[in-house]
C-alpha cells in the first residue's frame, strides 16, 4: 500500500492557483462511477452503450456551463493540451489551406502553454506577434487590431492571467478583432485561456465571442489531467492528434470517462457558488493587500488591482530573492509560489510576466499568494505573520 504523507503541523495552503482539491460533491459522482463502470464507450456492446450515454451526460453539462451545444466540447487531458490543440489545429489548417506563413497575435504574459506553443509555430514557418502590456498588464482592443496583417489567422490572449491575475478586456478585444476580419481573406479565429475564470467569472460563449476556449479540472476543484476545448460550430480547424478518431475526430484516444464527469461535476459546482465566493475572497483579497502594503515597506503590488481576480495577490518586494521568501514561508507553514508552477521547472525561474510589466526589478523579486475556497480570515492573519517572520529571515 502507498504510505502517504499525513498533515503533522498547521499549515495555509494559498496557491490555489497552482492547483485545488478535489471537492467533495466530484470525488462522489467519480468513485460511483468508478464502482460499477468501466466499459470503453467506443464498443456497441449493452455497458459501452451505458458509459457512452453518461459520456453525453457529461459533455452536455459542461456544454451547459459555456452555454453551447454539447457538440462543441471537446475533451483533453488538461489546459495544457487544449491550448497546444487550439493554436497548432488553427495554424495546420491554415497552411493547409493556402497560407504559407500563417500570423498569429498573443501577449507576452500568456502562460508558458500558449507561448511555448508560439515558439513552435515560429519553428514551423508561422509569424508570432506578441504585444507588450501596460504597466498594469492590462492591453487594449486597438493594440490587437493594429497588429492584424492580411496572414492573421488566430488571436490567443488569456482571460484571467495566472500569475498577476489581471482580467483582460476580453468581450471588447474580441469584437474589434471580429469586425476586422471581416476585411480579411481568412477568418481571424480568437483563442482564450480561461483556466483560471470559472470560478469567479460567467463563461457565456455567445456573450464572449470566442471561438476557442480552454479549461482545466485542476483549476475548478476537479480532478487533475482532463480539460476541455471549446470549439465554435463552423470553426476550421484540423486535429494535431490520431488514432480511433474520438472527440469528433478532432482528439484521438480513450475517453476517460470518469474525470470528464468530475470535471462536469466541479464546474456546475462553481456556477452555483461563483456569486458568494467571488464576494468573500475578494473582502480577503484586499485585507491581505492592504496589509502588506501597509506593513512592508517597499513592497508593491503586480498588475491592475482595479481589473483583479478576486483571489489573487502578486506582490513585489524588491531586490528580495523570490525563491529564497518561497522556501521560509514554507518553513513558517505557508504554501505560496512565485513565477508560475510551471515555470519554476525551467532553470530560469523569473517571472517574465512581471518583467513584462516593465518591471524587471521584480521579477525575481516577486511571490503570488491565490486564495480558494477554504481560505479564512485566520489564515490570512496566519500568513501575514509568516510574513514578516520570513522576510526578517531573508534580511528584509
Same mark, same amino acid.
Given at each position: 500500500m502507498f504510505n502517504f504523507l499525513k498533515k503533522k503541523q498547521e499549515r495555509i495552503f494559498l496557491d490555489y492557483a497552482s492547483a485545488t482539491p478535489v471537492r467533495a460533491e466530484?470525488?462522489?459522482v467519480m468513485r460511483d462511477y468508478a464502482e460499477l463502470h468501466f466499459a470503453n464507450p467506443s464498443a456497441l456492446y449493452t455497458e459501452a452503450r451505458q458509459v457512452k450515454e453518461i459520456m453525453l451526460q457529461a459533455r452536455s453539462e459542461v456544454a451547459r456551463f459555456l452555454n453551447t451545444a454539447h457538440e462543441r466540447i471537446v475533451f483533453t487531458a488538461g489546459g495544457t493540451e487544449s491550448n497546444n490543440l487550439a493554436i497548432l489545429g488553427t495554424f495546420a489548417y491554415a497552411q493547409q489551406h493556402g497560407i504559407a506563413r500563417p500570423h498569429i497575435i498573443s501577449v507576452l504574459t500568456e502562460h508558458s502553454s500558449v507561448r511555448e506553443v508560439l515558439a513552435e509555430v515560429t519553428r514551423r +514557418?508561422? *509569424?508570432?506577434?506578441?504585444l507588450t502590456p501596460d504597466s498594469d498588464g492590462l492591453i487594449t482592443a486597438q493594440q490587437v487590431v493594429d497588429a492584424i496583417q492580411n496572414n492573421t489567422v488566430l488571436v490567443s490572449i488569456m482571460y484571467v492571467n495566472n500569475e498577476i491575475g489581471v482580467v483582460q478586456p476580453l468581450r471588447e478585444i474580441v469584437r474589434?478583432?471580429?469586425?476586422?476580419?471581416?476585411?480579411?481573406?481568412?477568418?481571424i479565429l480568437f483563442h482564450t485561456d480561461a483556466c483560471?475564470?470559472?470560478?469567479?467569472?460567467?463563461?457565456?460563449?455567445?456573450?464572449l465571442g470566442v471561438d476557442l476556449l480552454t479549461l482545466d479540472g485542476l483549476k475548478v476543484y476537479g480532478p487533475a489531467g482532463i480539460g476541455c476545448l471549446y470549439v465554435r460550430h463552423g470553426v476550421n480547424w484540423s486535429p494535431v492528434m490520431f488514432?480511433?478518431?474520438q472527440e469528433m475526430g478532432l482528439r484521438? +484516444?480513450? *475517453?476517460?470517462?470518469t474525470r470528464m464527469l468530475g470535471l462536469a461535476t466541479a464546474l456546475s459546482c462553481a456556477k452555483v457558488e461563483r456569486k458568494e465566493l467571488s464576494i468573500r475572497l475578494e473582502k480577503l483579497r484586499d485585507y491581505c493587500i492592504d496589509e502588506i502594503l501597509k506593513r512592508f515597506e517597499g513592497a508593491e503590488i503586480n498588475g491592475s488591482r482595479k481589473h483583479r481576480v478576486p483571489n489573487n495577490i502578486s506582490i513585489c518586494f524588491k531586490g528580495l530573492d523570490a525563491e529564497y521568501l518561497v522556501v521560509a514561508l514554507d518553513t513558517y507553514g505557508v504554501a505560496a509560489s512565485y513565477s508560475s508552477s510551471c515555470q519554476t521547472l525551467k532553470e530560469d525561474s523569473s517571472s517574465y510576466?512581471?518583467?513584462?510589466?516593465?518591471?524587471p526589478?521584480?521579477?525575481?523579486?516577486s511571490i503570488r499568494f491565490t486564495l480558494g475556497r477554504e481560505t479564512t480570515q485566520a489564515d490570512i492573519d496566519f500568513a501575514l505573520h509568516a510574513l514578516e517572520k520570513a522576510l526578517k529571515q531573508v534580511g528584509k
Open positions: 466530484v470525488k462522489v +514557418g508561422g *509569424e508570432v506577434t506578441l474589434a478583432v471580429k469586425i476586422k476580419s471581416q476585411a480579411s481573406r481568412f477568418e483560471q475564470a470559472p470560478l469567479f467569472y460567467t463563461l457565456d460563449v455567445s456573450t488514432g480511433g478518431g484521438s +484516444g480513450t *475517453e476517460d470517462v510576466v512581471v518583467a513584462s510589466l516593465g518591471k526589478d521584480c521579477a525575481l523579486s
